[in-house]
């Protein structure tokens, strides 16, 4: 059965449910993540796969408010990929020819002092994905403009490879969650992923409902603040920490969370992925 | 003398500027939140202003990103400026005849529900910023494309209204910092903000760095996590909370964060922003 991601074709995302579902699975891409959440819930796709956090933009907020507010799908797995970002044109393009660079502003941003020392004068285009700038300028009939996408994009749409590895941090690198109608078993290297509210505006409440984490010696591995979107300056804490929620410490700490906070949204468990298999390739 | 902030003219950044500054004060827009930083640290501007969290979005990381790392700037004002969208045609264009709408990629998914149930066959294409697509739109000679930003752009570029208060929730509101040289003096309604590291990778170090807080009983109003941009799940954390850094109890508290956490950064203090000024704006 098929495993939604986030399109098109020749994206982070599909890299990701190609790590995670190997490259004998069908995957199907989709034009929004909404759609890729529907997929899965409706039992188009047995699992959908989407960006959370990246090591230099931080929270994917569109992914992490989904999973809050719309979706009761769980975490199943968990995949993060390295982000090399290329510079593709036009097959016969020059370098010094390019008086435009198109992609989506994130990938813009993350090339931002490659792009001021190599390509001061283009202008920079704003496109709603990578991969779809890649397809656009490699079957574009335009030589002075250039698109920055993965190495993936280029291989399925052509065009030719200006200069590589053209983002600013060596480690950038992408954490992917797949969803599915259930999490997945204990491992013993598992984490978790809840969502925390408390109605008390007042000295301390976040302090509180993370109390029963130090008393329980377990690690929180990130905490990310979204808004309520009801009031600035309500918001909902996004937690996740080592263990799995049916280990009993866990259970237990779930148990502590859940008197404290007003709302307590269990994501799932799964298990860890094993980042530091990137530290050399990064270094390298 | 100047206040910079993000152009071009007619975005929410000049809106929240001229409240800042008031409407006689000189003001002068800029390509990018890195430049506006450079204009003040320059002297070419006594103040910049920058977008720092919006109800819906959360946080801006981009001025959040260059207030830890790059600059020395202070905070010595807030404000709060209410984000309402509109549609702007060409005049003379029809809304059934609309197949394209343009935006910063930001106010698009602002308004997604307002495009997927007025306008669910048009294309929509990713832009910049939201006063210059109004501005493409406005001087351009196509019927069939629109453009989403605030009414002050159709003000300055022109343009025809052809649907206001897009925006899928009422309450969005983006909050903005003033940065310069100095941070304000106490006034005694007033707020701090200040990031915060820790090099301890082990359980409790968030809440170890929180207990001076509770202790205190200061109330926390934002806690945000960002990347430190070296290696995936090392955070830098922002905090902005009630009280002045010169009120002998922030002073003290800060005494006490500074021996617990590794890194501790005072961005500034400033007067708090009366923000519920504007609930019945919103709720009318």
């Given at each position: 059965m098929t495993v939604a991601y986030l399109?098109?074709?020749?994206?982070n995302s599909e890299e990701a449910a190609l790590l995670y579902a190997g490259s004998e699975a069908e995957l199907e891409p989709f034009s929004g993540m909404p759609e890729v959440i529907k997929a899965v819930e409706s039992g188009a796709a047995r699992a959908g796969v989407l960006p959370v956090e990246?090591?230099?933009?931080?929270?994917v907020s569109v992914s992490l408010d989904l999973l809050i507010q719309t979706s009761n799908l769980k975490l199943c797995h968990e995949v993060v990929v390295p982000i090399r970002h290329v510079l593709v044109a036009k097959e016969g393009a020059r370098p010094e020819g390019i008086r435009r660079v198109m992609s989506h502003p994130q990938a813009l941003a993350q090339c931002r002092l490659f792009l001021e020392r190599e390509f001061p004068q283009a202008e920079q285009v704003a496109r709603m994905s990578t991969g779809g700038s890649v397809q656009e300028v490699a079957r574009g009939g335009d030589l002075t403009v250039a698109a920055i996408g993965p190495e993936r994009a280029q291989h399925l749409y052509g065009g030719e490879v200006?200069?590589?590895?053209?983002?600013?941090?060596?480690?950038n690198l992408t954490r992917f969650m797949v969803l599915a109608h259930e999490d997945a078993e204990p491992t013993g290297d598992d984490k978790t992923f809840i969502a925390l509210k408390t109605d008390k505006d007042e000295p301390g409440s976040l302090f509180r409902m993370l109390e029963p984490f130090a008393k329980a010696g377990i690690q929180l591995t990130n905490v990310v603040t979204r808004p309520?979107?009801?009031?600035?300056g309500e918001y909902v804490f996004l937690l996740d920490f080592q263990g799995?929620?049916?280990?009993p410490v866990v259970a237990k700490l779930l148990d502590d969370v859940r008197e404290i906070a007003d709302e307590l949204k269990i994501i799932g468990s799964c298990p860890r992925f094993p980042v530091e298999q990137y530290r050399d390739l990064l270094a390298g």
């Open positions: 399109g098109p074709r020749g994206t990246n090591s230099i933009e931080g929270p200006i200069a590589r590895d053209i983002q600013d941090a060596r480690s309520t979107k009801g009031w600035l799995h929620r049916k280990d």
